[in-house]
């Protein structure tokens, strides 16, 4: 179907956003950023999000922390840098005005 490769590209479109707001509330582990994202029917797999936790790392939206683990290895915890929060505030305000956009003209 059509309509399916159009979804897949705004889902992929807000999914950078998506993940700057789960990381905002606290430093997340990827597993559980998945699950999140899982729960809120944004279906995400591994080979997805780890090239793009790196990507927004390397543009110093993020940064990360191992934190040991009683349940193995230790874990990488990513967290919202001051840009990655600034940038996010920009992120909400471009969604503020699409999200108008689309209520306007739902409403034509």
Known sequence: MKADNVKSQMRKGILEYCI??????E???APDIIRILQEAKLIVVEGT?????TRL???NLLSYQWIE???GPPR?????TEEGKEFL???GSAWE???DTITHLKKI
């Open 20 to 25: 700057l707001l789960i990381l905002d509330r």
């Open 27 to 29: 430093p997340a582990y």
């Open 49 to 53: 999000l780890y090239p793009l936790l």
């Open 57 to 59: 790392k390397n543009m």
């Open 69 to 71: 683990s009683t349940q």
């Open 76 to 80: 990488k915890y990513y967290k919202l």
């Open 89 to 91: 505030a920009e992120l």
């Open 97 to 99: 005005e699409i999200s």
